[in-house]
């Protein structure tokens, strides 16, 4: 198998993929266009920030499996890879501590204006008065929006820097903020009016595009702290700038609207980085983070090779349209399942799903078949008179 990594990795993941037999390539300066015209013959591509278009997965014939080494996969056309049956697995949950760490240097630089400070230090000017005005994090409230392992990360170093922290996301209850030791906000509009500082940490979907907009900055407090290092997307730019002026927000962002996907570009908005404390998206870019992705990357391959599924799919999808089970008892021979299969096709039957489990001594096997329509009687009854099935069974799924 040809695998192509399109992006820089941990030079431990070529190695480990040689190992498994793999053929393996580098070429971290494909940008999204020159992709299509390097994967004609690959079999399994590694991104990271790089845009796997859908004129990439149209031009690779033989790709089956794409790897987001990363937890966010809107970088990738999810369509184009269903529509061709192609896996998509990401790596979640390996930089989870190199962002809560950005994310809490971001705040602190922020507050203190580290990054403004700096610039005029180097531009020979001693500003101490200006600089020197900041509120201070202790005892202060941090509204932790989406709540999943990054953001409880940051919980837990924002509560170790003595701040008050509430969260919310959509699938955290006041019992599990309790938990957790933190406050509950039932709705964005309320954590922003509770809030002292602000930090972001949800995935981009169609329904968190501008998740934080208008409506949230009018709600926070004057001279609040607002600190993004999800996605760029999840927050209306525009409404963002309006709140820095009239507000006097301070922000730090690790992510923008519309940034470049490759690792050195020319960047278009200014006006914004001019008015904020910003990074050039390296929340996951921590020698520590990359160990570990670089481990997740070659798991999800020898998944992949051990089982045909791979790790951490997330084009997979949850809910069966199948209303019927149909399982099959059969003697394990060569053309059992042929011959079943064959006379679902006969019935216009769909099969869904199939698992096959061999029993020990190989003599005999349980074929189980998600099923979207009932066979016909004499179609179960064609299979029954088989002489290598030992019993067929059909019921309806609840």
């Given at each position: 198998?040809?695998?192509?990594?399109?992006?820089?990795?941990?030079?431990?993941t070529?190695?480990?993929?040689?190992?498994?037999?793999?053929?393996?390539?580098?070429?971290?300066?494909?940008?999204?266009?020159?992709?299509?015209?390097?994967?004609h013959?690959?079999?399994?591509?590694?991104?990271?920030?790089?845009?796997?278009?859908?004129?990439?997965?149209e031009?690779?014939?033989r790709?089956?499996?794409?790897?987001r080494?990363?937890?966010?996969?809107?970088?990738?056309?999810l369509?184009?890879?269903n529509?061709?049956?192609?896996?998509?697995?990401?790596?979640?949950?390996?930089?989870?501590?190199?962002?809560?760490?950005?994310?809490?240097?971001?705040?602190?630089?922020?507050?203190?204006q580290?990054?403004?400070?700096t610039?005029?230090?180097?531009?020979?000017?001693w500003?101490?008065?200006?600089?020197?005005?900041?509120?201070?994090?202790?005892?202060?409230?941090?509204?932790?929006?989406?709540?999943?392992?990054?953001?409880?990360?940051?919980?837990?170093?924002?509560?170790?820097?003595?701040?008050?922290?509430?969260?919310?996301?959509?699938?955290?209850?006041?019992e599990i903020a309790?938990?957790?030791?933190?406050?509950?906000?039932?709705?964005?509009?309320?954590?922003a009016?509770?809030?002292?500082?602000?930090?972001?940490?949800?995935?981009?979907?169609?329904?968190?595009?501008?998740?934080?907009?208008?409506?949230?900055f009018?709600?926070?407090?004057?001279?609040?702290?607002?600190?993004?290092?999800?996605?760029?997307?999840?927050?209306?730019?525009?409404?963002?700038?309006?709140?820095?002026?009239?507000?006097?927000?301070?922000?730090?962002?690790?992510?923008?609207?519309?940034?470049?996907?490759?690792g050195?570009?020319?960047?278009?908005?200014?006006?914004?980085?001019?008015?904020?404390?910003?990074?050039?998206?390296?929340?996951?870019?921590?020698?520590?983070?990359?160990?570990?992705?670089?481990?997740?990357?070659?798991?999800?391959?020898?998944?992949?090779?051990?089982t045909?599924?791979?790790?951490?799919?997330?084009?997979?999808?949850?809910?069966?349209?199948?209303?019927?089970?149909?399982?099959?008892?059969?003697?394990?021979?060569?053309?059992?399942?042929a011959?079943v299969?064959?006379?679902?096709?006969?019935?216009?039957?769909?099969?869904?799903?199939?698992?096959?489990?061999?029993?020990?001594?190989s003599?005999?096997?349980?074929?189980?078949?998600?099923?979207?329509?009932?066979?016909?009687?004499?179609?179960?009854?064609?299979?029954?008179?088989?002489?290598?099935?030992?019993?067929?069974?059909?019921?309806?799924?609840?």
């Amino acid at each position: 198998m040809k695998v192509l990594i399109a992006d820089k990795l941990s030079d431990k993941t070529v190695s480990a993929l040689t190992a498994l037999g793999m053929e393996v390539t580098v070429n971290s300066d494909l940008s999204a266009d020159d992709l299509p015209g390097s994967v004609h013959d690959t079999d399994i591509l590694v991104v990271r920030s790089t845009k796997v278009t859908s004129k990439t997965i149209e031009s690779a014939k033989r790709l089956s499996l794409i790897i987001r080494a990363g937890a966010g996969v809107n970088t990738i056309d999810l369509a184009s890879a269903n529509t061709r049956g192609i896996y998509v697995s990401n790596c979640p949950g390996k930089n989870t501590e190199a962002v809560a760490e950005l994310a809490l240097g971001l705040l602190i630089a922020a507050d203190r204006q580290i990054a403004n400070a700096t610039y005029a230090l180097r531009d020979g000017v001693w500003k101490k008065k200006a600089y020197g005005k900041s509120r201070g994090l202790k005892e202060r409230t941090l509204g932790i929006i989406g709540f999943g392992a990054i953001g409880k990360a940051v919980a837990s170093r924002a509560m170790a820097m003595e701040m008050n922290v509430i969260g919310w996301s959509k699938s955290l209850s006041k019992e599990i903020a309790e938990a957790y030791g933190i406050g509950f906000a039932p709705d964005l509009l309320s954590l922003a009016k509770q809030s002292d500082a602000v930090s972001v940490h949800v995935a981009y979907k169609p329904e968190t595009n501008h998740l934080i907009g208008r409506d949230f900055f009018d709600a926070m407090k004057s001279g609040g702290i607002f600190v993004n290092t999800s996605r760029g997307e999840v927050v209306d730019t525009t409404a963002l700038i309006e709140a820095i002026r009239s507000k006097s927000l301070r922000v730090g962002l690790d992510v923008f609207e519309g940034e470049p996907a490759g690792g050195e570009a020319a960047f278009a908005d200014k006006e914004l980085a001019n008015l904020v404390t910003a990074t050039p998206h390296i929340g996951a870019s921590t020698d520590q983070a990359s160990e570990a992705i670089a481990d997740e990357v070659v798991n999800i391959v020898k998944s992949y090779l051990a089982t045909g599924v791979p790790l951490n799919t997330v084009n997979i999808r949850t809910r069966s349209s199948a209303t019927q089970s149909l399982v099959v008892r059969h003697y394990n021979r060569v053309g059992v399942l042929a011959g079943v299969l064959d006379k679902l096709k006969r019935a216009g039957v769909n099969v869904e799903e199939m698992t096959n489990i061999i029993f020990e001594a190989s003599k005999a096997a349980c074929c189980t078949l998600l099923i979207d329509a009932a066979p016909p009687k004499e179609i179960l009854s064609e299979m029954s008179k088989d002489e290598n099935i030992i019993e067929v069974a059909l019921k309806p799924l609840a």
